[in-house]
C-alpha cells in the first residue's frame, strides 16, 4: 500500500539587505539604519549586496556571532539593481516549488564559502562578457537561474559555456526559473589568484 508524501513546510527564513529594496515576496527585508545583532539569530542566511564598507563590518561581525551565513553579492559596477533582480530571483527559487527544484539554501551557501567574491549578472552575456575579462581570478564555481523562456538547447548551451569558465575543481549549479521579471541570473564565484 503507498502512502501519500505530504509537501514538507518550507520553513526557509532569509533576510535581505540592499539599498533602497522596498519589497520582497518571500524574504524578510532588513534596513541598514536600523538593524540589530539579535535579528540574525533567527535567520537561516542574510543575502547583502550594494552596500558600503562600514555596514559589511557591522554584519559580518553580527552573523558570524549567530552563527548565520553572511552572502556577500556584488556586480562589477555596483549596479545595485542587477544586484536587487539577481537576489530576489534567487530567494525566489529558494521559496519556490516550482520543477526542477534542484538549487537549494545549502548550494548558495557552497558557492559563497569556496569563493572569495560572488559576482552577480542579469544576463548569461552579461556574465560572460564579464568572464572573458577575468584575468586576476580563478572562476570558482557558479550558479546559472535561467529564464524558463529559454529552450532546452539553448539552456543546455548556456549552462555549458559558463561551465567551461570554471576550474576544474568548480562546478555550476544551473536551474530554470519562472523569473518575475523574465531575466536570467548568474552567480560567478571568483578567488583572487
Known amino acids: 500500500m503507498f502512502v501519500p508524501i505530504h509537501e514538507l513546510s518550507n520553513d526557509l527564513n532569509i533576510a535581505i539587505l540592499v539599498p533602497n529594496l522596498t519589497a520582497s515576496e518571500h524574504a ?3 534596513c541598514p539604519q536600523t538593524f540589530q545583532a539579535t535579528d540574525f539569530a ?9 552596500l558600503d564598507c562600514s555596514n559589511t563590518k557591522e554584519l559580518t561581525d553580527y ?3 549567530y552563527g548565520t551565513p553572511l552572502i556577500k553579492i556584488t556586480h562589477p ?3 545595485t539593481s542587477v544586484i536587487q533582480n ?9 521559496y519556490s516549488h516550482e520543477m526542477p527544484s534542484n538549487i537549494d539554501l545549502a548550494d548558495i551557501i557552497n558557492l559563497n564559502n569556496e ?7 542579469d544576463s548569461f552575456q ?6 572573458n575579462t577575468v584575468n ?7 550558479l546559472y537561474l535561467a529564464s524558463t523562456h529559454l529552450d532546452l538547447e539553448t539552456f543546455t548551451k548556456h549552462s555549458q559555456q559558463l561551465s567551461a569558465y570554471i576550474a576544474d575543481s568548480g562546478y555550476l549549479c544551473a536551474s530554470l526559473f519562472s523569473s518575475r521579471n523574465a531575466k536570467s541570473s548568474v552567480l560567478i564565484g571568483l578567488k583572487v589568484k
Open 42 to 50: 533567527q535567520f537561516d542566511a542574510v543575502f547583502v549586496g550594494g
Open 63 to 65: 552573523c558570524v556571532s
Open 77 to 79: 559596477s555596483n549596479d
Open 86 to 94: 539577481v537576489i530576489l530571483n534567487i530567494a525566489a527559487k529558494l
Open 28 to 30: 524578510t527585508l532588513l
Open 136 to 142: 586576476n581570478a580563478i572562476v570558482s564555481n557558479g
Open 126 to 131: 552579461a556574465a560572460v562578457t564579464f568572464l
Open 115 to 121: 569563493a572569495d567574491t560572488l559576482c552577480c549578472f
